[in-house]
């Protein structure tokens, strides 16, 4: 809950980047590296030891998400691909619900499957990436961006 507190603390602050193709291009790095690290935490509870989320992964899983809902933002402005923004609003809602989740759950099977979601979350997001690193004229469509539908 600490955790998450210090998340909710840090959206208040002022964005330091602006989102864009090179902001998109480090989202997908970031997205390779905690797909690795969300693996390794698989493979440990797999093999029977406890789990322990630290609060550096509980904040970069938060990062994500924003950065998730900033790239949706910025798709929005540049009159993107309405489904790409949505897939970014979709990865931010995700990657919050699974960190709280993970936070409280307590069985193994629990944990294990919000750590599959993380991870499979982790590796779509890498091929997003590609498509979200397209120069902005390149996302630019006719229609005008509306609410995503389930």
């Given at each position: 809950m600490i955790r998450l507190v210090s998340c909710l603390i840090l959206s208040a602050l002022p964005l330091s980047a602006q989102a864009s193709t090179d902001l998109a291009r480090q989202w997908g790095q970031e997205a390779n590296r905690l797909s690795i690290e969300t693996t390794e935490m698989i493979y440990a509870v797999d093999?029977?030891?406890?789990?322990e989320v630290s609060e550096t992964f509980a904040l970069d899983v938060y990062r994500?998400?924003?950065?998730s809902a900033d790239l949706a933002q910025w798709v929005d402005g540049a009159r993107g691909p309405h489904d790409l923004a949505c897939i970014f609003?979709?990865?931010a809602t995700e990657s919050e619900d699974q960190l709280i989740a993970l936070e409280g759950l307590d069985g193994v099977h629990a944990q294990r499957e919000s750590l599959s979601r993380l991870a499979a979350l982790?590796?779509?997001?890498?091929r997003v990436a590609v498509v979200a690193q397209r120069?902005?004229?390149?996302?630019?469509?006719?229609?005008?961006?509306?609410p995503c539908t389930p």
């Open positions: 093999i029977g030891q406890p789990l994500f998400g924003r950065t609003r979709g990865m982790f590796s779509n997001a890498q120069p902005t004229s390149t996302l630019q469509v006719a229609q005008p961006a509306s």
